[in-house]
C-alpha cells in the first residue's frame, strides 16, 4: 500500500515540499493544503518539480477549500494536479495505508 | 498634543494559514485610526494577501481581504507590492484586487502600485516606524 504525503507551507517559504518531492516513491500521492497550495499554480520556482513528480506518476492534489481561500486561479494550475474537496482528502486518506504529514 | 509618525508595514506571509496577515491588518487599521501615516509594503508570499476573488468559507475563516477596500478611509492609500515576488509566483498586477482612494480634488487614484524590489528600499528608509508580519 502507498503512503499519502501532505504538505501545508508555502514551498516559498519552507523546503517542506521540495524535501516531500524528494522522498516520495513512485506510488505516493501529494496533497497540498493551507499554504501549500499556493504551489500548485504554473511558472513558479517549484512548478517544474512538481511537473517532474507528475510525469514520474506520482499523483499530485491540492485542496480546493486552500485554493478558492486564496483566489487563486484555478485555470492556471500546474497540468496533472487533481483538485479534490475535504471528502476527497478523507478518500486518499483511507485509500493510502499512512499518511506522512509533512510540517 | 498629536504625534504624527510615518510607519512602514511590511507584509510577507501568505494569508489564512497563519495569522500573522490578519494581525497586521489589525495594526494598521489602528495606526490609521490615530490619524498616522501609513505605508504598506507586500513582498515574497505576502503578494497572496492582495488577491482578487478569496474566499475561505470553504476553511471556514472570515474573508478579511475585503477589509483592504476600507483603508482609503483610513487615508491609507499607499500600498506597494515587489514585481519580482510576484513573478516568481506566477502572478501579475491582473491577479490583484483593484484598491482605489480619492485624491482631494476627487480624483480616483490606484493605491496598489507594483514596483521592483530596489524600490523598496527608500520607503523602508522613509519610516520612521517599521513594523513586520
Redo the contacts between chains.
Sequence with gaps: MATLHTVNKSPFERNSLETCLSLCRFDASVLLIEDAVVGALQNTLISKQISEAVESGIRVFALNEDLEARGLPLSRLIEGITIVDYAGFVDLAAQNSKVQSWL | MSVSKSFVCINR??????IYALEALEVVLIAGAFEQQVKLIFM??GV?QL?????????G?KNF?KTFGALSDYDVDQIFVDSESLN????DAT?LQRLTHETNDAEERLSIKVVPRKELVDIIESADVLFNF
Design positions: 506571509k501568505a494569508p489564512y494559514g497563519t515574497d508570499d497572496y488577491t482578487r476573488n478569496q474566499n475561505p468559507a470553504g476553511i475563516m481581504s516568481l509566483r506566477g502572478l491577479d
